[in-house]
């Protein structure tokens, strides 16, 4: 009667993360992030669900692993405030090589005001720092359409 404890919290655990597992990502997700503690978080959270992620700690960064990709794109996910170069300047200078990727900022800043009218224009979402786990993957899936891995079995 005790060994069909452990098995129920297994069975209950593997319930819920199945539930989990219906929005696990297909997709690659280019993530820039100036704090290194905060990309590796995010990172972390987007590789956990299923995400292809690349890591760049500035704008410049970026566009030299947009133009080493071969591959394809489907989001930029970025903060707005960087140096040399914010968040919407880097993703109209990327929607040149990559119209089609799609582009999700982040702000801890209330900088979202600033750039709000670049925002709206973009057709771009603003996340405000700090972003739950839940929160981020809901919103990526959200902007990424309801493509998902097949759960593994």
């Given at each position: 009667?005790?060994d069909?404890?452990?098995?129920?919290?297994?069975?209950?655990?593997?319930?819920?993360?199945?539930?989990?597992?219906?929005?696990?990502?297909?997709?690659t997700?280019?993530?820039?992030?100036?704090?290194?503690?905060?990309l590796?978080?995010?990172?972390?959270?987007?590789?956990?669900?299923?995400y292809?992620?690349?890591e760049?700690?500035?704008?410049?960064?970026?566009?030299?692993?947009?133009?080493?990709?071969?591959?394809?794109?489907?989001l930029l996910?970025?903060?707005?405030?960087?140096?040399?170069?914010?968040?919407?300047?880097?993703a109209?200078?990327?929607?040149?090589?990559?119209?089609?990727?799609?582009?999700?900022?982040?702000?801890?800043?209330?900088?979202?005001?600033?750039?709000a009218?670049?925002?709206?224009?973009?057709?771009?979402?603003?996340?405000?720092?700090?972003?739950?786990?839940?929160?981020?993957v809901?919103?990526?899936?959200?902007?990424?359409?309801?493509?998902?891995?097949?759960?593994a079995t």
């Amino acid at each position: 009667m005790v060994d069909s404890v452990p098995e129920r919290i297994v069975d209950a655990a593997r319930s819920h993360s199945g539930h989990r597992e219906k929005s696990r990502g297909v997709e690659t997700i280019l993530v820039v992030e100036d704090d290194r503690s905060v990309l590796a978080v995010v990172c972390a959270i987007l590789r956990k669900h299923g995400y292809e992620v690349l890591e760049a700690l500035s704008g410049a960064a970026a566009i030299t692993m947009c133009e080493q990709h071969p591959e394809f794109i489907d989001l930029l996910l970025s903060d707005i405030v960087l140096a040399r170069m914010n968040g919407p300047q880097l993703a109209a200078r990327l929607a040149t090589s990559r119209p089609e990727m799609k582009v999700l900022y982040m702000s801890g800043h209330g900088a979202g005001s600033m750039f709000a009218a670049a925002i709206q224009a973009s057709g771009a979402r603003l996340l405000q720092k700090p972003i739950t786990s839940d929160v981020l993957v809901r919103h990526v899936r959200e902007l990424l359409g309801a493509q998902s891995k097949p759960e593994a079995t």
